[in-house]
C-alpha cells in the first residue's frame, strides 16, 4: 500500500483554520464575560485544505483548487501552503470575496467561541471561470479528484458541471463530500460520501438500521446517477452501496476517545488515494476505515499517517488480511513495532519466482529462527538483470500474493537494486537467513547485522528443486 505515486485534485473551500489559546482568570469589567489572556497560535489549511492534509499525510500528492482572497488570512494561508511538501497550490486569487477564516478561542483545551470571516454572496461568472481554468492546468497531473463542498460557494452547478465532465473524459474518479440535499448537484460523480445525518437529509428516510441506510443510499445514487455511495456512520462503521451489487459494511472498532471533528476529510481523501492507486471500492473503503479509526481516536481535528493506518488494519482484521506488498517505510515502521514489543525480526532475500518445495523449506527454517520473518523480493527489472530477459515468469504483484499467503512470511517488501543491502540496513532484522550454499563472507548485509547486535543463519536447502529445473520441465513438456 503505496501511495507516492498518486495525486488527487482537492477542489472545494478552502478555508484558513485559526486557532488562538489563552487562559481565563478574570472577568471583564465591562461586560459580564471572561477576559482570555492569547499566549499562542496555530495556522493552517482548512475546509477543503483539510483534505489535502490527510492526503500528504497519508504519502500522497495533493493539488489545491479554490477561491482565496486578497487580505491577510489569504497571506497566511498561501504562506502555509508553500510550506507543506507535497501540496501544490493552485487556489485562485479574488478580489471579490474575503479569504473563509474560522477562528476559534480555546482556554483549558476548551473551545469558548469561534468566530467565522466569509462572504455568502453567490459565485460570481469570473470566479467561476478562472475556477475551471485552474481545474483544466491541473486534471492531466492527478488519479483522482475530491470536491470538498462546504457550501461557501465554490461548488456551484457552473465549476460542478465542468470538473465531472473533464474527469469523466479522463477516466479519472470523482469523489464528493456533499453539503447541499439536492444530490442532483452531483450528477456525474464517482462516489459521494454522506455522513448518516447528510443521508438522511437528502433521501427524506430513515438511516438508524442498516437496511435503512442502504435503502436511502440507493434513493441518493439514483437521484445523483453516481456509482457507489460510501455512508459514513460514526461508531457503527461505514457502508459501501454501489449499482448492481449488495451492500458492504464494516464496523467501526470501539476506543476510549471518540471525536469524529475531520474524520470525513480522511474518509474521503483515503478512499480516493486508494481507487486512484488500483484499489477497489472494497478495498479502499477498508483502508478508509482504518484511517478514520486513527484520527477519531485523537482529540481534535486530525489526520493520519500510513504508518498509523497499516497498524490500524492489523488491529482491526488481523495479519491474513494485510496489505501483501508494503512499502519499505511501513514494513521499517512494522519492524520497530515488532522489535519494541521483544520480538527477533528475521530477513531473508531472493527472486522466489516459481515457489517449490526448496523454498518452502527455507521459509520454514527461516521462521524457525525469529519470531517475525520479512522476506524481500526483487522487483521484475532486478530479476531481469540477474536472470536474463525471459525472468520473471511471475510478474511482482503475483508474486508477493503468493509470498504473503505463506504461513511463515509475516510481512513482504520489494527491492530494485541487484542486493537487498539498502532494504536491509533500512530494516536492521535481528537474524540474517541465506541458503547454506553462501559462505558467510558471501552474505550481503551479514557484516551490518552481525555488527548491530544481530545473528547470521545459513538454512539448509533442499536438494532438487529450483525455478530454473522447473522452468525447463515445463519446456520440455
Same mark, same amino acid.
Given at each position: 500500500?503505496? !501511495?507516492?505515486?498518486?495525486?488527487?485534485?482537492?477542489?472545494?473551500?478552502?478555508?484558513?483554520?485559526?486557532?488562538?489559546?489563552?487562559?481565563?482568570?478574570?472577568?471583564? /469589567?465591562?461586560?459580564?464575560?471572561?477576559?482570555?489572556?492569547?499566549? *499562542?497560535?496555530?495556522?493552517?489549511?482548512?475546509?477543503?485544505?483539510?483534505? @489535502?492534509?490527510?492526503?500528504?499525510?497519508?504519502?500522497?500528492?495533493?493539488?489545491?483548487?479554490?477561491?482565496?482572497?486578497?487580505?491577510?488570512?489569504?497571506?497566511?494561508?498561501?504562506?502555509?501552503?508553500?510550506?507543506?511538501?507535497?501540496?501544490?497550490?493552485?487556489?485562485?486569487?479574488?478580489?471579490? %470575496?474575503?479569504?473563509?477564516?474560522?477562528?476559534?478561542?480555546? @482556554?483549558?483545551?476548551?473551545?469558548?467561541?469561534?468566530?467565522? =470571516?466569509?462572504?455568502?454572496?453567490?459565485?460570481?461568472?469570473?470566479?467561476? =471561470?478562472?475556477?475551471?481554468?485552474?481545474?483544466?492546468?491541473?486534471?492531466?497531473?492527478?488519479?483522482?479528484?475530491?470536491?470538498?463542498?462546504?457550501?461557501?460557494?465554490?461548488?456551484?452547478?457552473?465549476?460542478?458541471?465542468?470538473?465531472?465532465?473533464?474527469?469523466?473524459?479522463?477516466?479519472?474518479?470523482?469523489?464528493?463530500?456533499?453539503?447541499?440535499?439536492?444530490?442532483?448537484?452531483?450528477?456525474?460523480?464517482?462516489?459521494?460520501?454522506?455522513?448518516?445525518? =447528510?443521508?438522511?437529509?437528502?433521501?427524506?428516510?430513515?438511516?438508524?438500521?442498516?437496511?435503512?441506510?442502504?435503502?436511502?443510499?440507493?434513493?441518493?445514487?439514483?437521484?445523483?446517477?453516481?456509482?457507489?455511495?460510501?455512508?459514513?456512520?460514526?461508531?457503527?462503521?461505514?457502508? $459501501?452501496?454501489?449499482?448492481?451489487? /449488495?451492500?458492504?459494511?464494516?464496523?467501526? %472498532? @470501539?476506543?476510549?476517545?471518540?471525536?469524529? *471533528?475531520?474524520?470525513?476529510?480522511?474518509?474521503?481523501?483515503?478512499?480516493?488515494?486508494?481507487?486512484?492507486?488500483?484499489?477497489? !471500492?472494497?478495498?479502499?473503503?477498508?483502508?478508509?476505515?482504518?484511517?478514520?479509526?486513527?484520527?477519531?481516536?485523537?482529540?481534535?481535528?486530525?489526520?493520519?499517517?500510513?504508518?498509523?493506518?497499516?497498524? =490500524?488494519?492489523?488491529?482491526?482484521?488481523?495479519? +491474513?488480511?494485510?496489505?501483501?506488498?508494503?512499502?519499505?517505510?511501513?514494513?521499517?515502521?512494522?519492524?520497530?513495532?515488532?522489535?519494541?514489543?521483544?520480538?527477533?525480526?528475521?530477513?531473508?532475500?531472493?527472486?522466489? +519466482?516459481?515457489?517449490?518445495?526448496?523454498?518452502?523449506?527455507?521459509?520454514?527454517?527461516?521462521?524457525?529462527?525469529?519470531?517475525?520473518?520479512?522476506?524481500? $523480493?526483487?522487483?521484475?527489472?532486478?530479476? *531481469?538483470?540477474?536472470?536474463?530477459?525471459?525472468? /520473471?515468469?511471475?510478474?511482482?504483484?503475483?508474486?508477493?500474493?503468493?509470498?504473503?499467503?505463506?504461513?511463515?512470511?509475516?510481512?513482504?517488501? *520489494?527491492?530494485?537494486?541487484?542486493?537487498?543491502?539498502?532494504?536491509?540496513?533500512? $530494516?536492521?532484522?535481528?537474524?540474517?537467513?541465506?541458503? @547454506?550454499?553462501?559462505?558467510?563472507?558471501?552474505?550481503?548485509?551479514?557484516?551490518?547485522?552481525?555488527?548491530?547486535?544481530?545473528?547470521?543463519?545459513?538454512?539448509?536447502?533442499?536438494?532438487?528443486?529450483?525455478?530454473?529445473?522447473?522452468?525447463?520441465?515445463?519446456?520440455?513438456?
Amino acid at each position: 500500500m503505496d !501511495f507516492s505515486s498518486v495525486s488527487v485534485l482537492c477542489l472545494g473551500d478552502v478555508m484558513l483554520d485559526r486557532f488562538l489559546y489563552g487562559s481565563m482568570e478574570r472577568i471583564s /469589567p465591562e461586560a459580564p464575560v471572561p477576559v482570555l489572556l492569547l499566549e *499562542s497560535r496555530r495556522e493552517m489549511p482548512g475546509g477543503a485544505g483539510n483534505v @489535502a492534509n490527510n492526503i500528504i499525510s497519508l504519502g500522497g500528492r495533493a493539488i489545491l483548487v479554490g477561491l482565496v482572497g486578497q487580505d491577510d488570512a489569504g497571506a497566511v494561508l498561501r504562506n502555509a501552503l508553500v510550506h507543506q511538501a507535497g501540496v501544490v497550490d493552485a487556489t485562485v486569487c479574488s478580489a471579490m %470575496r474575503p479569504t473563509i477564516c474560522k477562528t476559534r478561542f480555546i @482556554a483549558v483545551n476548551q473551545q469558548v467561541v469561534r468566530a467565522d =470571516e466569509e462572504s455568502r454572496s453567490p459565485l460570481q461568472p469570473e470566479e467561476a =471561470e478562472a475556477l475551471c481554468r485552474a481545474i483544466d492546468a491541473q486534471i492531466e497531473r492527478v488519479q483522482a479528484v475530491v470536491v470538498s463542498d462546504y457550501g461557501k460557494g465554490v461548488c456551484n452547478p457552473t465549476v460542478l458541471t465542468h470538473i465531472f465532465a473533464v474527469a469523466r473524459a479522463r477516466g479519472v474518479p470523482v469523489f464528493v463530500d456533499p453539503k447541499t440535499a439536492d444530490y442532483t448537484q452531483y450528477r456525474g460523480a464517482t462516489c459521494i460520501t454522506p455522513n448518516a445525518k =447528510e443521508l438522511a437529509l437528502a433521501s427524506g428516510m430513515p438511516v438508524g438500521t442498516e437496511a435503512q441506510a442502504e435503502l436511502a443510499a440507493r434513493a441518493v445514487m439514483a437521484q445523483a446517477d453516481a456509482t457507489a455511495i460510501l455512508a459514513t456512520r460514526s461508531e457503527k462503521g461505514m457502508m $459501501l452501496v454501489r449499482q448492481d451489487a /449488495p451492500a458492504l459494511s464494516v464496523p467501526a %472498532r @470501539a476506543r476510549e476517545v471518540f471525536d469524529v *471533528s475531520g474524520a470525513g476529510d480522511t474518509v474521503i481523501a483515503t478512499m480516493a488515494l486508494g481507487v486512484g492507486s488500483g484499489m477497489s !471500492f472494497e478495498q479502499a473503503m477498508r483502508v478508509a476505515n482504518a484511517a478514520a479509526g486513527v484520527v477519531v481516536g485523537k482529540l481534535g481535528t486530525a489526520t493520519a499517517d500510513i504508518q498509523e493506518v497499516l497498524h =490500524e488494519l492489523e488491529e482491526q482484521s488481523g495479519p +491474513d488480511d494485510m496489505p501483501h506488498l508494503l512499502p519499505l517505510s511501513a514494513a521499517c515502521a512494522q519492524v520497530r513495532r515488532w522489535q519494541a514489543q521483544g520480538l527477533k525480526v528475521g530477513f531473508t532475500n531472493g527472486c522466489f +519466482d516459481i515457489i517449490h518445495p526448496g523454498h518452502v523449506g527455507l521459509l520454514a527454517e527461516a521462521r524457525a529462527a525469529c519470531d517475525r520473518l520479512v522476506v524481500a $523480493l526483487n522487483t521484475d527489472a532486478s530479476v *531481469s538483470r540477474l536472470k536474463g530477459p525471459m525472468r /520473471p515468469v511471475n510478474d511482482l504483484e503475483s508474486r508477493a500474493r503468493v509470498m504473503a499467503a505463506i504461513r511463515y512470511v509475516d510481512a513482504v517488501v *520489494s527491492f530494485d537494486e541487484d542486493t537487498p543491502l539498502e532494504t536491509i540496513r533500512a $530494516l536492521m532484522p535481528d537474524v540474517l537467513i541465506k541458503g @547454506a550454499d553462501y559462505k558467510p563472507e558471501q552474505v550481503v548485509g551479514a557484516d551490518l547485522v552481525m555488527g548491530n547486535g544481530g545473528r547470521l543463519v545459513l538454512a539448509n536447502l533442499a536438494q532438487g528443486h529450483s525455478t530454473t529445473a522447473t522452468i525447463g520441465r515445463i519446456q520440455a513438456s
